[in-house]
């Protein structure tokens, strides 16, 4: 594999790996701060954050022993419209900086197998901007996400909410190959 494919897959992993970690603790936040179908949402696409990290993995797959790893990493635990805009803000670097780049390089490199993970990752990162978005919009009105339901494509992350009636769009896997998430119904306190 072509050296500089193979750092960008390295520093994506890392990205990704950070984004799961960081989604899950803000979707426990989330869910103490009262906003349950957010922390749905969050704990759905640290999963499908997972799906990208284990396809970058894979790619890397003969490229045995130790790396320094360098990627970004968006830090903060102050509100859940805050971890909102700090997941937009992480998902806009991937899609308009961070991917179109290490997809032109890889593509320049004839670098198939990893072009395709990284087109996978771009695609769902996408979605995650609209889904936050409406999460954040929610949120700043002071109510919780209306959306209970979320789906992630097991292959490429592909994230959606509400029903899920197709196959998946970017990578065309059946609805049988989707993960879903649904919020924990809540007790109310006595
Ligand atoms: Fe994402
Ligand atoms: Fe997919």
């Given amino acids: 594999m072509n050296a500089m494919t193979s750092s960008n897959l390295k520093s994506a992993f890392g990205g990704e790996s950070m984004a799961h970690m960081r989604y899950l603790v803000w979707g426990e936040f989330a869910k ?55 997941a937009i803000n ?3 670097h991937e899609v308009e900086q961070m991917y179109p780049a290490f997809m032109a390089v890889a593509e320049l490199q004839g670098e198939k197998g990893s072009l ?4 996978y990752a771009i695609e769902a990162e996408k979605t ?22 979320v789906h992630v494509c097991n292959v490429c992350g592909h994230t959606l909410a509400g029903d899920l009636t197709d196959s998946c769009p970017v990578c065309k896997v059946g609805v049988n190959m989707f993960k879903t998430f649904v919020t924990e119904a809540v007790c109310a306190e006595a």
Avoid: M
């Fill in 116 to 119: 395709r993970s990284f087109k």
């Fill in 90 to 92: 992480g998902e806009k």
């Fill in 128 to 149: 995650h901007i609209t889904l936050f978005s409406a999460a954040k919009a929610a949120v700043d009105s002071g109510v919780d996400y209306d959306q209970d339901t």
């Fill in 32 to 86: 103490k701060e009262g906003f349950p179908n957010v922390g749905n949402l969050f704990i759905a696409t640290a999963y499908a954050e997972q799906v990208h990290a284990h396809n970058h993995f894979r790619e890397l797959k003969d490229q045995v022993g130790d790396a320094d790893v360098t990627a970004g990493a968006g830090f903060g635990l102050t509100t859940t419209s805050e971890n909102l805009q700090g």
